[in-house]
């Protein structure tokens, strides 16, 4: 009998724990449920506050706007190396014509052959380095007068078959590199 009643407590306290589960599985499910709701609205709430309280746009934008300020800086310092550069190949330039005109002066003296063969040498070795530094002659004699490229040191009478406001004579050669005037032609015009 012992036995009997240890096989049915047994089996009551295997019923027993069986029951015990079920009812709190239902019990902690419905406060799951409900408390899931509140978690939920908490969550919600706290994702509305991230994205109030997001940078990221803000950080993105300042990202952006200084990766386009840094490349315009740099097309700006680009372009003033660039005149920079320029301009002191002017200057040397501009220095340099001087030495051209003395050799032309020098070949229009009367020497003998072998130096005026070495000045005229010189010469053209000097007009190679100007061409190959893109320098070209400014050479407007018969043309219209243009105070872009000359400067009229002196005015003449218009001869016969002549226009008036013609470059009539070249004193010293002008100079431009592409566009830009190194040195201006100084002309005679007529008038």
């Known amino acids: 009998m012992k036995e009997d009643k240890k096989i049915e407590e047994t089996t009551v306290a295997e019923n027993s724990e069986e029951k015990v589960p079920a009812e ?3 019990k902690e499910s419905a406060l799951t449920a409900e408390e899931a709701a509140k978690v939920i609205e908490e969550l919600k709430k706290e994702v ?4 109030e ?3 990221t746009e803000e950080y993105k934008d300042k ?3 200084s990766v386009a300020e840094f490349d315009n800086y740099k097309k700006r310092n680009a372009n003033l190396y660039r005149e920079a550069y320029g301009d002191g190949k002017k200057e040397i330039l501009l220095k340099v014509l001087s030495v051209g005109d003395n050799l032309e002066r020098a070949l229009a003296m009367e020497l003998d052959e072998k130096t005026k063969e070495g000045v005229s040498m010189i010469l053209r070795s000097f007009t190679e380095m100007l061409e190959g ?3 070209t002659e400014i050479n407007p004699v018969g043309e219209k007068f243009d105070p872009n490229f ?5 005015q003449a009478e218009a001869g016969e078959g002549e226009e008036a406001d013609r470059v009539k004579a070249v004193f010293q050669k002008g ?4 566009e830009k ?3 201006y032609a100084k002309v005679s015009v007529t008038k």
């Open 63 to 65: 990202w952006m706007r």
């Open 175 to 178: 100079y431009k590199m592409g």
């Open 24 to 26: 709190e599985a239902e």
């Open 181 to 183: 005037v190194i040195r």
């Open 133 to 135: 530094q893109g320098v």
């Open 150 to 154: 000359c400067e009229a040191v002196m």
């Open 53 to 55: 309280n997001d940078k």
């Open 48 to 51: 509305a506050t991230l994205k």
